[in-house]
């Protein structure tokens, strides 16, 4: 319904979208930040090119992909080639960095608002940079939990210290079988709390961060509401993209923003409560901030 009505709305003048987005970030009661992987993208955590070259050159001439979303789908023939494969991914994405300073200026524009955050981001970004761990909702997951394989009970575990042990005891794209880790309960092979199958473990802080956030929304229906997307993409538009978009047309005070390089659009009845900003999002927000 939404794709066969959305319009493109980057053909206002740049300066004159930037501005508006000021007003509307300035008037509004509240914040709800919905954010997609290209806000992680603008801050420098791309998953090809020359960092895939750097950390995973050697799995690249291995086994052919040449991007780490395309590894962690690959079908290793060993748990211990597939856990070396992933102790770099999630360490690379989730215990380090990101090398830009996009999620820092984010929240010093939001700050010192009401704000919620929901995101289908996995690398922990958001907290690393000081946002309020009981304002974030992690939908699909987090680099740094492990879950059961066999989803045996509802239970996730930090994976830090084991992930540093795998990584410094890896040798020739293996791990030492003594360190696969196991579900305590069932003894299956553990593996990432990514919601990629229905196997994907939605613990008790889940549930706690799905009900903080409908109580955001509860607490600010018909309010000044500004719904900031932020690289949101086509794979899952029902969890942000779409939401977004209807509560912005049951809302007249509300304001829908959208920042993403290519594919800032908004279906035609909200397009008068729209600002739609293409280009890099990280640019963007330094304008912004310095606006």
Not at 85 to 93: G, Y
Not at 206 to 219: E, G, L, S, T, V
Not at 265 to 282: A, H, L, R
Request: glycine share 6%; proline share 4%.
């Amino acid at each position: 319904m939404f794709l066969r009505t959305q319009t493109s709305k980057s053909i206002k003048d740049f300066s004159q979208s930037i501005d508006e987005f000021k007003t509307a970030l300035d008037n509004a009661d509240a914040v709800l930040v919905g954010a997609g992987s290209g806000l992680s993208t603008s801050a420098g955590f791309t998953y090809s090119g020359e960092r895939f070259e750097k950390h995973f050159s050697d799995f690249h001439k291995k086994y052919g992909f040449s991007d780490m979303y395309s590894g962690g789908f690959y079908p290793y023939s060993t748990l211990e080639e597939f856990w070396a494969f992933w102790v770099r991914n999630i360490f690379v994405n989730r215990y380090c960095d990101p090398p830009k300073p996009v999620y820092d200026d984010l929240l010093d524009l939001i700050r010192d608002k009401d704000y919620f955050v929901l995101t289908t981001n996995v690398d922990h970004c958001f907290q690393k940079s000081g946002f309020d761990k009981h304002k974030l909702f992690y939908t699909q997951g987090d680099y740094g939990l492990f879950q059961c394989s066999k989803a045996c009970h509802d239970k996730t575990y930090d994976n830090e210290e084991i992930v540093r042990e795998m990584l410094a005891n890896e040798h020739d794209m293996k791990i030492p079988t003594a360190l696969i880790p196991k579900c305590p309960v069932c003894g299956a092979p553990m593996t990432t709390n990514l919601r990629c199958d229905d196997t994907f473990v939605q613990d008790e802080g889940w549930h706690a961060a799905a009900n903080r956030y409908d109580d955001f929304i509860r607490r600010h229906k018909n309010m000044k509401v500004l719904f900031l997307e932020l690289g949101v993409g086509g794979n899952t538009p029902v969890i942000i993209k779409y939401p977004f978009w209807r509560m912005t047309a049951s809302n007249p005070d509300a304001t829908y923003a959208c920042i993403n390089y290519g594919e800032a659009v908004c279906p035609e009845n909200i397009s008068k409560q729209s600002i739609c900003i293409n280009g890099d999002i990280g640019s963007v927000l330094k304008r912004l901030k310095n606006h």
